[in-house]
């Protein structure tokens, strides 16, 4: 009984893996490429799409991905993308480049990946990584930790100048 359902296992092994070598197998990335997400900056995503199988091309390839347009206004790339075929062995990229409108959470989801293996009636979809998580931070945040400070500078100068100024007159006129 157990040779019996081993011999089963290998057998359903065995035959879902050869179908699965005779089709295209697309792995797709999707990340944030900004270490710091702010308010009104500029954010990039990268979509990588690769085809994974050694000789089969993927064909009629096409991307989607959706945003609250409330949230974030689009401002180069598009959400969603098309490619005619995929070579074997080959990857491709696609970005998008966003602002976000509002600080705070947001959670990234999975793009959807459409694409056939010849046949148009059979489309295979598939879903991207999800980047998930991630914090937006507010304008002020942005300010504080990579403006000039120049104002700051100016009234540090100015609090610093009589604290130095006095004592070094006071020492040239004994000096004299």
Not at 12 to 23: C, K, Y
Not at 46 to 60: E, V
Request: proline share 5%; charged share 15%; hydrophobic share 40%.
């Amino acid at each position: 009984m157990v040779f019996h359902f081993l011999f089963s296992c290998a057998f359903i092994f065995l035959t879902v893996s050869g179908q699965a070598t005779d089709v295209a197998r697309l792995a797709v990335s999707k990340q944030v490429l900004n270490e710091y997400i702010f308010q009104g900056k500029e954010l990039t995503i990268l979509y990588t799409i690769y085809n994974l199988h050694s000789s089969r091309p993927a064909r009629d390839v096409e991307l989607f991905d959706s945003y609250s347009d409330t949230e974030f206004i689009q401002i180069h790339g598009s959400k969603s993308a098309r490619w005619p075929h995929i070579s074997a062995g080959t990857n491709v990229t696609h970005a998008v480049v966003f602002l976000p409108q509002a600080a705070g959470t947001y959670n990234f989801t999975s793009a959807t990946i459409t694409y056939n293996l010849g046949d148009p009636s059979k489309t295979i979809l598939h879903y991207s990584s999800a980047p998930g998580h991630v914090i937006i931070y507010p304008l002020k945040e942005y300010n504080r930790r990579f403006a000039t400070h120049t104002m700051e500078w100016i009234g540090f100068a100015m609090l610093v100048t009589p604290c130095l100024l006095i004592p070094y007159m006071l020492w040239r006129s004994s000096a004299s």
